[in-house]
């Protein structure tokens, strides 16, 4: 993971580069820090935000996630 992640990291560095990383787990994440974080359900973006939103996934879990994309829950 750590080869993928730094050639990741030297693409972005390149002028008008991105990329979209799409991943259900944080240990690519631990390796690159992300500028914005989009949660998905369904196919549905639920929330967005900074690298912060990965901490908050981490500590409180996904449900809350689950319940807005439920329409339970704004």
Do not use: W
């Not at 992300?34 to 639920?46: D, K, Q, R, S």
């Amino acid at each position: 993971i750590r080869v993928i992640a730094d050639e990741i990291q030297k693409f972005m560095k390149k002028k008008g580069k991105s990329v979209i990383i799409v991943t259900h787990t944080e240990r690519l994440l631990e390796e690159i820090t992300p500028t914005h974080v989009h949660i998905l359900c369904n196919g549905e973006m639920v929330s967005s935000g900074g690298p912060e939103l990965i901490k908050e996934v981490h500590h409180k879990g996904y449900c809350r996630f689950l319940q807005v994309c439920r329409g339970e829950k704004k």
